[in-house]
């Protein structure tokens, strides 16, 4: 049995339009200002800060600001959702010799409302959110979960994501990781364009 794990947001859809707008929504909510949508895409997925002290100025997430992220996400998280080019068309082809699953650290039941939503829900053995694990990305718990769930071994494994603490995950974890760079983060190195090239990196690894 061999095994490819998604991130969602960045990777599989572009939600960066409800994202940017729920962060914007809590901070005003809290006093702050507004920031603009590709500086808190970037922010969202640099593994070296701290996001509750960045965008909200407190240590960890409060209860007030999680009821008010998910209150706004939950209601406009499938408006301007987008799927990359390409990447229906590789689920597709990848279905019938993969088992496939997502690995996000979004809510696990908001991702499956999303990806319900474009289509693609039903190819997923598994969609693992933060809120099933005691440790998110770019801790591997998700990953381990994933990999025991279907007892599949990790040399037969596969993580694809835009970020650095998808490819921290997968390291971590001893799964071999791609980087793609049509998500939130605009990476200078090791990072691939296309989805037709993760397709040949998907088959190089597996052929």
Same mark, same amino acid.
């Given at each position: 049995m061999r095994?490819?794990m998604?991130?969602m947001d960045g &990777?599989?859809?572009?939600?960066?339009y409800?994202i940017?707008?729920t962060i914007?929504?809590?901070?005003e909510?809290?006093?702050f200002?507004k920031?603009?949508?590709?500086?808190?895409?970037e922010k969202v997925?640099? #593994? /070296?800060?701290?996001?509750a002290?960045?965008?909200y100025? &407190?240590k960890?997430? &409060?209860?007030q600001?999680?009821k008010?992220?998910e209150?706004?996400?939950?209601e406009?998280? *499938? /408006?301007? *959702?987008v799927?990359?080019?390409?990447?229906s068309?590789?689920?597709?082809?990848?279905?019938g010799?993969?088992t496939l699953? !997502?690995?996000?650290?979004?809510n696990?039941?908001?991702?499956?409302?999303?990806l319900?939503h474009v289509?693609?829900a039903k190819?997923?053995?598994? @969609?693992?959110g933060y809120?099933?694990v005691k440790n998110p990305?770019?801790? #591997?718990?998700?990953?381990?979960k994933?990999?025991?769930k279907?007892n @599949?071994?990790?040399q037969?494994a596969? *993580?694809?994501g835009?970020?650095?603490?998808?490819?921290?995950?997968a &390291?971590?974890?001893g !799964?071999d /990781? !791609? *980087? !793609?760079n049509w998500?939130?983060?605009?990476?200078e190195?090791?990072?691939?364009?296309t989805v037709?090239?993760?397709?040949?990196?998907i088959k190089a690894?597996?052929?």
């Amino acid at each position: 049995m061999r095994l490819i794990m998604f991130d969602m947001d960045g &990777t599989l859809i572009d939600s960066g339009y409800a994202i940017t707008n729920t962060i914007n929504y809590v901070r005003e909510n809290l006093g702050f200002e507004k920031l603009e949508k590709n500086y808190i895409l970037e922010k969202v997925n640099d #593994p /070296s800060i701290n996001s509750a002290e960045f965008f909200y100025g &407190t240590k960890e997430f &409060t209860k007030q600001q999680t009821k008010l992220f998910e209150e706004y996400y939950n209601e406009h998280c *499938l /408006s301007d *959702l987008v799927v990359y080019d390409g990447i229906s068309k590789l689920i597709d082809d990848l279905k019938g010799d993969f088992t496939l699953a !997502v690995a996000t650290n979004a809510n696990s039941a908001y991702a499956y409302k999303m990806l319900n939503h474009v289509g693609l829900a039903k190819y997923f053995s598994t @969609i693992l959110g933060y809120d099933s694990v005691k440790n998110p990305k770019p801790h #591997p718990e998700m990953v381990y979960k994933i990999l025991d769930k279907h007892n @599949i071994e990790k040399q037969n494994a596969q *993580l694809i994501g835009d970020s650095h603490k998808d490819i921290m995950a997968a &390291t971590k974890a001893g !799964v071999d /990781s !791609v *980087l !793609v760079n049509w998500g939130f983060s605009n990476h200078e190195k090791d990072a691939i364009e296309t989805v037709l090239e993760l397709e040949n990196r998907i088959k190089a690894k597996f052929s």
